[in-house]
């Protein structure tokens, strides 16, 4: 199995920068790719960011196109997700999802604890 623990998170001012990271542990040869996802107060979770395992085909929500950066280190089994230009409405609760390789659907996921994004005005 795999584990995925998310650290990084913090407070910042707006237009501000962070960098998180999703450390992954246990069968990480199995992982296929990594989302990041986001959960303001009050509202759903909504998608952030993926990459595949390998570092190929990033992808972004349109919401934080051109200011996020999603990246893979495979040598530290480690997703970061570079974050520049932070407003206040990328506040939130940021988790990453590990899906398997062979996985068709989200089901199976490894899903971490969250790390607390702040962006004050």
């Known amino acids: 199995q795999v584990q995925v623990v998310e650290s990084g998170g913090g407070l910042v001012q707006a237009g501000g920068s962070l960098k998180l990271s999703c450390t992954a542990s246990?069968?990480?040869?199995?992982?296929?790719?990594v989302n990041w996802f986001r959960q303001a107060p009050g509202k759903e979770r909504d998608f952030v960011a993926l990459?595949?395992?390998?570092?190929?085909?990033?992808y972004y929500s349109n919401s934080v196109k051109d200011r996020f950066t999603i990246s893979v280190d495979r040598l530290k089994d480690t997703v970061y997700l570079q974050m520049n230009n932070l407003k206040a409405e990328d506040t939130g609760v940021y988790y990453c999802?590990?899906?398997?390789?062979?996985?068709?659907?989200?089901?199976?996921?490894?899903w971490g604890q969250g790390t607390q994004v702040t962006v004050s005005p």
């Open positions: 999802a590990a899906r398997m390789r062979g996985s068709i659907d989200a089901s199976n996921d490894s």
């Open positions: 246990g069968r990480t040869e199995n992982i296929a790719l």
């Open positions: 990459i595949h395992w390998i570092g190929l085909n990033p």
